[in-house]
């Protein structure tokens, strides 16, 4: 039975420096020496990839090594559940995490790599007087504990001030590593968003080029925060940013937004008298446009309805001409946007529309100006299901909407972002159902909300990943004057309200409205620490490997955590031989933390393991784990493995 301990891989976050190395190694095995890398042999085996140059084009800043190097370093924290305040616990798959979301990130690397759809933060704009998290990695939870004033400490959390001497450096080894890790827990197909100030939006583009490749920025949104105002010396700052960047552009959907009623009643005003589509609203757009590039098999002449021949204007004529009779295009040649056989099918199906005029850039066959339009027909209908392309200049979305929202919660918070925004986000990077959405700078949790809304709007189960930490409020401020001692507080509490305003908006939706709730702590499982004074007190100490007053459900989560399973996954619990067994995920992970683990007891709680573990019937290998101590001897432990591996059940471990 293979014991697991503070320092066993199970135990600790992703290693990504471990999985990075077996890729390279796959890819690479000629580069690889008694185990480590050769980068001689790497860069014969790259070729002219490798840049070899001293002065190379990038974004540099003091500590960025170390930054890197920090986000590669696994997290041996934990999550601890909080099902006191969370709101529908048993069912819900959403969660709201208290923590410093470095540490956050690393420890959701296991369950969540690859399954979230949609990233958007709102971190902070390094206006000089927003919170920047002063990463110091000696002991990362310590130092978080101390920063937010939950274990005595002298730290201080302060702002980024521009009289540092180190602004953007400090901003840039915050967000790094973050972004860095983020990469990992998206899609194939998903995105992140990002709002940031004009201070920060250029190096967050370069820093985000590398992280994400810049071949994959999709755009950069320009958000009108207000219109006028007289803030500021030179101009009054009325807009922030949103960096779109897919996980991978070849594989994310083309971005579709509604269409507003602005456009509807202005665009798509005319009306089918005939056929099928009679009622319907559709608009023209012309056949020929002079922008189209030539192309040999869309240069033909079209018969109109009184048999005059048409063309686009071009600088070669055929003797003879007849309709759908193709002419090879010179440069400069206008051409249609069809084929032929394209536009014949279309104009079967009546969505051609032919219109006289005397301002037309057809020709006849001789060249002639002609007395038609072509055009066809775009049906308000079929853009309604399909939506349009979207501009990145968004002007329904300002603060003031927020700052109404906020107000009918009773909820005190500057600068948060509008739901409508989040929602506008989400359908546009093709947020579906059951897809998950994740904000690691959460704030007043509007991302949270905006999660919630899209579900109850469309009657679907949208999935939300919320973390904050518990940076204290300011003592005389309106958050702390309304009650909230930090900012994760205040989180939660507008999750709560909103959940409660949309059911009572919304009494006949029975989707998910709640959260799970979870806190950063250090990990359930001890490390060695020996005292070289007293050994034999040290012994004592440390035969217990959980750390004492945690809870049996805080030590399931974390090997839910550690072992890769969703955090929402179903816990089964039932008692076999007198002592409580979990099941977690049908079976693909099954955990006794009991006492008093005799060799009487041992048979008959195996075979009731094996019984369960056959009802169950996972489509995976069963992991079971024990606690070390809950053994009363070597005997009982072994005769528990050996019952269990003759069962078939190979993976048996303890903590």
């Keep these: 039975m293979k014991k697991l ?12 420096i471990s999985g990075n190395v077996e890729v390279m190694k796959s890819l690479f095995p000629d580069a690889f020496t008694e185990g480590k890398i050769d980068f001689e042999v790497l860069k014969q085996l790259l070729g002219g990839s490798v840049d070899e140059r001293e002065e190379k084009y990038g974004l540099n800043w003091h500590g960025k090594r170390r930054a890197r190097q920090i986000a590669l370093t696994p997290s041996a924290g934990t999550l601890l559940p909080c099902p006191e305040e969370s709101v529908d ?28 759809k949609l990233i958007y933060i709102d971190p902070p704009y390094n206006t000089g007087k ?53 990469r990992n827990l998206l899609k194939p197909n998903g995105a992140i968003c990002i709002s940031i100030g004009e201070t920060e939006v ?16 999709v755009t950069i949104c320009s958000r009108v925060m207000k219109t006028g105002g007289q803030k500021g010396v030179h101009f009054s700052p009325c807009v922030d940013y949103i960096l779109i960047y897919a996980k991978d552009i070849s594989s994310l959907e083309p971005f579709r937004s509604e269409i507003s009623q602005n456009v509807i009643d202005k665009v798509y005003t005319k009306v089918e008298v005939e056929g099928p589509r009679k009622g319907e609203n559709y608009r023209s757009m012309g056949l020929y446009q002079a ?14 309805p009184d048999g005059q021949l048409v063309i686009p204007p071009g600088s070669t004529f055929p003797s003879t001409f007849a309709d759908g009779e193709q002419i090879k295009p010179n ?7 069809w084929t032929y056989a394209r536009y014949k099918a279309e104009k079967q199906s009546g969505n051609i529309e032919f219109i006289k005029s005397d301002r037309t ?23 309604l299901e399909d939506g349009q392309l979207p501009g990145n200049i968004l002007e329904k979305f300002e603060s003031r909407h927020s700052s109404a929202e906020l107000k009918k919660l009773a909820i005190p918070f500057e600068f948060a972002k509008p739901t409508a925004l989040l929602k506008f986000l989400m359908t546009i990077c093709g947020v579906k159902n059951d897809d998950i959405t994740l904000d690691f700078f959460a704030g007043s949790g509007s991302a949270a909300h905006a999660v919630m809304e899209l579900a109850v709007e469309t009657n679907s189960r949208q999935r939300f990943v919320s973390v904050q930490l518990p940076e204290p409020t300011a003592a005389e401020s309106e958050e702390r004057k309304a009650g909230f001692i930090n900012i994760s507080e205040l989180t939660k509490e507008r999750i709560r309200r909103a959940a409660t305003a949309l059911r009572k908006s919304s009494p006949m939706f029975a989707g998910d409205l709640g959260f799970r709730a979870f806190k950063l702590e250090n990990s359930n499982i001890r490390a060695w620490d020996a005292d070289p004074a007293d050994l034999e007190d040290s012994l004592l100490k440390n035969a217990e490997h959980l750390v004492q007053g945690r809870k049996e459900q805080d030590v399931l989560y974390e090997l839910l955590l550690k072992l890769g399973l969703d955090l929402c996954v179903p816990i089964e619990t039932k008692t076999v031989a007198g002592k409580t067994v979990h099941s977690i995920g049908g079976g693909t992970l099954i955990v006794c933390l009991a006492d008093g683990l005799t060799k009487d007891v041992v048979e008959e ?5 094996v019984d369960w573990r056959k009802a169950l019937a996972p489509a995976v290998d069963t992991r079971v784990v024990f606690k070390d101590t809950g053994f009363a001897d070597d005997i009982a432990k072994t005769n528990m493995a050996a019952i269990l591996n003759q069962a078939g059940i190979a993976d048996v471990r303890s903590l």
């Excluded at 819900?92 to 470095?102: S, V």
């Excluded at 709680?605 to 393991?609: E, M, Q, S, T, V």
Aim: charge should be negative; include cysteine; aromatic fraction near 12%.
């Design 5 to 16: 301990d503070a320092e066993s891989p199970e135990t600790k976050s992703a290693d990504i």
């Design 89 to 116: 616990w048993d069912t819900t798959q959403n969660l709201m995490i208290e923590g410093d979301n470095l540490e956050v990130l690393k420890l959701l690397q296991k369950s969540y790599a690859g399954k979230v």
């Design 202 to 217: 250029s190096n967050l583009t370069l820093a985000c080029n590398e992280i994400f490749g810049e071949e994959n920025l």
């Design 361 to 383: 850039s057809l020709v006849t066959h001789d060249g002639a100006p002609a007395v038609w339009n072509i055009y066809y027909k775009i049906w308000l209908k079929d853009r």
């Design 605 to 609: 709680l195996a075979n009731g393991i």
């Design 291 to 304: 922008m189209l590039d030539p192309r040999a098999n869309q240069r033909y002449f079209i018969e109109c």
């Design 130 to 182: 927003d919170f920047v998290y002063p990463d110091d990695f000696r002991d990362s939870i310590k130092n978080y504990l101390e920063l937010t004033g939950q274990i005595e400490g002298g730290r201080k959390i302060s702002s980024n001030t521009d009289a540092s001497g180190r602004y953007h450096t400090d901003w840039l080894n915050m967000i790094y590593p973050r972004l860095y890790i983020a």
């Design 331 to 337: 440069d400069g040649d206008g051409v249609w946007r």
